[in-house]
């Protein structure tokens, strides 16, 4: 499956963003899906994730109850609603699939090219 992931850009902080992943050339249903994050001079980091059906989801501790991963299987998009954004969530944020289900990188096989979230303090 292919991952394209949309909708980041500047904004301060405490506004919200949301970041789209449009899957193709797969069975979107079928694939567990994560957001993860890269800051400049830093490892990428998990963020979210939500199963195939919906039903399940994670957030990674420090942004948990700021943001909100979801998807629409009919639209084969996943989303990432993030609210109340710090500049420390300043990040290149990646989407990605998996048919197993976890938080680590080497748990994904597909991924998105990333896009850009900066948040001015």
């Known amino acids: 499956v292919q991952l394209q992931a949309s909708g980041g850009g500047l904004v301060h902080a405490g506004d919200s963003l949301r970041l789209s992943c449009i899957a193709s050339?797969?069975?979107?249903?079928?694939?567990?899906m994560a957001w993860f994050r890269q800051a400049l001079g830093r490892e990428r980091e998990f963020v979210a994730t939500?199963?195939?059906?919906?039903?399940?989801?994670y957030h990674t501790g420090t942004v948990k109850g700021r943001f909100t991963i979801s998807r629409d299987n009919a639209k084969n998009t996943v989303y990432l609603q993030m609210n109340n954004l710090k500049s420390e969530d300043t990040a290149v944020y990646y989407c990605?699939?998996?048919?197993?289900?976890?938080?680590?990188?080497?748990?994904?096989?597909?991924w998105g090219q990333g896009t850009l979230v900066t948040v001015s303090s």
């Open positions: 990605a699939a998996t048919k197993k289900f976890g938080t680590t990188e080497s748990t994904y096989d597909n």
């Open positions: 050339g797969g069975t979107f249903r079928s694939y567990n």
């Open positions: 939500i199963s195939w059906s919906g039903d399940s989801t």
